[in-house]
Structure formats: C-alpha cells, structure tokens
C-alpha cells in the first residue's frame, strides 16, 4: 500500500531531477518550505489582529479627551495583541522605556521568519544562476565528449536545461520578495501605531500631573 502512493512521487521526483537536475529539486523543496512560512505568517497576524485596532484607538482617544472611564471600556473590547501595552500605559505603572521594550518584544515575535523570508529572497536567483553554470558545464562537455560527430540538439537540450533553474529561481524569489514587502510594510504601520499611542497617553499623564498653571500677585508661577 505504502509503495503504491510513493511510486508516482518518486516517479514526479525522478523527472524533475531529469529536467533540471538536483539544483530545481532544491529550489522546489524550499518552496514548499518558503509558502508554509508565508501561510503561517498569515494566520499569525490574523490572529494577534495586525491591522485591526479600531477599538484599540478609540480607547486612547477617550484617554486623551480625559474619560478614563470610557477609555478602559473601549479597550476592554480590543482584541488587539498590543491591548496589554497600552493597559499598562493607562495604569502608568511603567516608564516610557518599558512600555517600548514591552511593544518591541511583541513585534520581534510578529517578526519571526522575516529573516528566513529575506534569504529565501536572496538565495534563490543565485541557485538558479548555479545551476545554469552547472548545466552548462555538463553541456559542453557532452560536447566535447561527442568529438567530430557534433549534435546541434546536445548543445540545445544542456543549455534549456540550464536556463530552466534560473527560471525557477526567479519564480521563487519575486513573489517570497513582494510578500516580505508587504508584512514588513505592516509591521512598519504598527510600529507607528503604538508609538503615537503610548506617546499620547504619556502626554496626557504628564500634563495631568503638572496641573494647571496659575500666575501669583508677585509674578511668580505657582501650580493651581
């Protein structure tokens, strides 16, 4: 039974490597590998609702036009993976530091892969481009091989072969690249996002805690 599902994926394996040879085989397993990475990623910012922070900003706005009240309420009905930060921001438990080092921990683990993304981005072009070197090297040495009795087709079928894993690796990098594109981009939105928050909720904690200012008979500033 196991070698009736395994002899077709063998047999598939067997002519990819015939087409391209072991560098095309590379390029498709990482492939595979770079789409799991790319789906993964999806459902994660799905998940940690990247992008999805309506209630999140109306709590700080609430916040910031001093109902405190309603601010906790609004977050209270976030979602938001960065909820726990700007909770923190509201109970003013932390300095600025803190809170930052708080948002950054949750973006290095929204992140995760990016890096991995990016060198699939790089790396594949340059396995195609070494896998043509290779067929074309296996190409004129069949060449070679054939001495006087020179076939056109020899010198043809190594070089489609060779051009075939560039194609490939381009196919590979271009869409991994526009994707890395795209998450870094959002990644970059809500980097923005909590830094315009927590500064807010700083600056109105800071001016709640100055007070009003009065000017005494004397001329002196005196705190209401």
């Given at each position: 039974?196991?070698?009736?599902?395994?002899?077709?994926?063998?047999?598939?394996?067997?002519?990819?490597?015939d087409l391209g040879g072991p560098v095309v085989l590379l390029l498709i397993a990482l492939s595979i590998v770079t789409l799991a990475v790319i789906l993964y990623k999806l459902w994660q910012f799905r998940s940690a609702?990247?992008?999805?922070?309506?209630?999140?900003?109306?709590?700080?706005?609430?916040?910031?036009?001093?109902?405190?009240?309603?601010?906790?309420?609004?977050?209270?009905?976030?979602?938001?993976?960065?909820?726990?930060?700007?909770?923190?921001?509201?109970?003013?438990?932390?300095?600025?530091?803190?809170?930052?080092?708080?948002?950054?921990?949750?973006?290095?683990?929204?992140?995760?892969?990016?890096?991995?993304?990016?060198?699939?981005?790089?790396?594949?072009?340059?396995?195609?481009?070494?896998?043509?070197?290779?067929?074309?090297?296996?190409?004129?040495?069949?060449?070679?091989?054939?001495?006087?009795?020179?076939?056109?087709?020899?010198?043809?079928?190594?070089?489609?072969?060779?051009?075939?894993?560039?194609?490939?690796?381009?196919?590979?990098?271009?869409?991994?690249?526009?994707?890395?594109?795209?998450?870094?981009?959002?990644?970059?939105?809500?980097?923005?996002?909590?830094?315009?928050?927590?500064?807010?909720?700083?600056?109105t904690a800071s001016d709640a805690a100055t007070g009003p200012v009065a000017t005494a008979p004397d001329g002196a500033l005196r705190h209401a």
């Amino acid at each position: 039974m196991t070698e009736t599902l395994f002899a077709p994926l063998s047999d598939l394996v067997l002519r990819i490597a015939d087409l391209g040879g072991p560098v095309v085989l590379l390029l498709i397993a990482l492939s595979i590998v770079t789409l799991a990475v790319i789906l993964y990623k999806l459902w994660q910012f799905r998940s940690a609702g990247v992008g999805r922070h309506k209630a999140l900003r109306l709590a700080v706005d609430a916040w910031d036009a001093g109902d405190h009240a309603a601010a906790r309420r609004e977050l209270e009905q976030s979602k938001s993976y960065l909820k726990p930060v700007i909770a923190m921001a509201f109970a003013g438990r932390c300095d600025a530091p803190r809170l930052d080092a708080e948002a950054e921990a949750r973006f290095a683990r929204l992140e995760g892969g990016f890096r991995f993304l990016d060198s699939v981005a790089q790396l594949s072009p340059l396995l195609g481009l070494f896998g043509t070197v290779l067929g074309m090297i296996s190409a004129f040495q069949a060449l070679q091989d054939a001495g006087s009795q020179v076939d056109p087709s020899i010198l043809a079928g190594g070089i489609w072969v060779a051009l075939l894993t560039t194609a490939v690796g381009l196919a590979v990098a271009m869409p991994t690249s526009v994707v890395l594109s795209w998450l870094e981009t959002r990644m970059e939105a809500e980097r923005v996002l909590a830094e315009k928050a927590l500064r807010s909720i700083q600056s109105t904690a800071s001016d709640a805690a100055t007070g009003p200012v009065a000017t005494a008979p004397d001329g002196a500033l005196r705190h209401a």
